[in-house]
């Protein structure tokens, strides 16, 4: 077999392996008690993205407000990806400031901003953290590489480290992040939930 894609596969089980660490299920732990204590204090998660993050971002929230598991009330998060606000911004104000113009529109003291990125150094998502601790919201990173500029600045971190290339560090945050909406689930709602099937 291909030498290269043999590396490949490694790199995968490699960067899902990451997860059993005490550092990461200690994040994962930590993040879904805080979201948890979000959504009971009847506040909103917003999150945002670059790339193959804002996809992450987009498929975090709709985990959310739809269902994941199992049918339970929806819950609120939004994903920073309309294309209107994020041109608009992008195009009067500079690509730096289309997710902290959104968290001063849509942040109120209590929410939870939650950025994803695979260097840290994106400097619209800086911007955003700043805003976000401006306005009173609290901050969740998911990083990787050395954890870049974002290093310590948000409440919770998680750096993915140890690969070069964005996919690796984006396949273990999604990974993550499913098994923190199963954690929040759990947190919030019954186990004797009723299943999909028997769902209205």
């Known amino acids: 077999m291909d030498k290269e894609l043999l590396q490949s596969l490694d790199d995968a089980?490699?960067?899902?392996?990451?997860?059993?660490s005490p550092t990461s299920i200690g994040f994962i732990t930590s993040a879904a008690e805080r979201i948890a204590e979000t959504f009971?204090?009847?506040k909103k998660l917003i999150i945002a993205g670059n790339g193959g993050s804002l996809c992450d971002a987009m498929h975090f929230a709709e985990e959310l407000t739809g269902q994941f598991r199992r049918y339970r009330p929806a819950l609120?998060?939004?994903?920073?990806?309309?294309?209107?606000?994020?041109t608009c911004v992008s195009n009067d104000m500079g690509f730096e400031s289309?997710?902290?113009?959104?968290?001063?529109?849509?942040g109120q003291e209590g929410d939870l901003f939650?950025?994803?990125?695979?260097?840290?150094?994106?400097s619209n998502l800086v911007t955003?953290?700043?805003m976000a601790h401006t306005r009173g919201l609290n901050t969740i990173a998911f990083l990787g590489k050395t954890g870049g500029k974002l290093k310590g600045l948000c409440d919770l971190e998680w750096i993915v480290s140890g690969f070069t290339y964005s996919?690796?560090?984006?396949?273990?945050?999604?990974?993550?992040?499913h098994i923190i909406i199963e954690q929040v689930e759990k947190l919030l709602f019954s186990t004797h939930a009723p299943s999909l099937a028997t769902a209205p």
């Open 13 to 20: 089980v490699r960067a899902i392996e990451m997860l059993r």
């Open 40 to 42: 009971r204090d009847k």
């Open 76 to 86: 609120p998060a939004i994903a920073l990806a309309d294309p209107g606000h994020l």
């Open 98 to 106: 289309v997710f902290a113009r959104g968290v001063e529109a849509l």
């Open 114 to 122: 939650i950025a994803l990125t695979t260097s840290g150094n994106s």
């Open 128 to 130: 955003a953290v700043e």
């Open 167 to 177: 996919d690796r560090v984006q396949e273990a945050h999604m990974a993550a992040i």
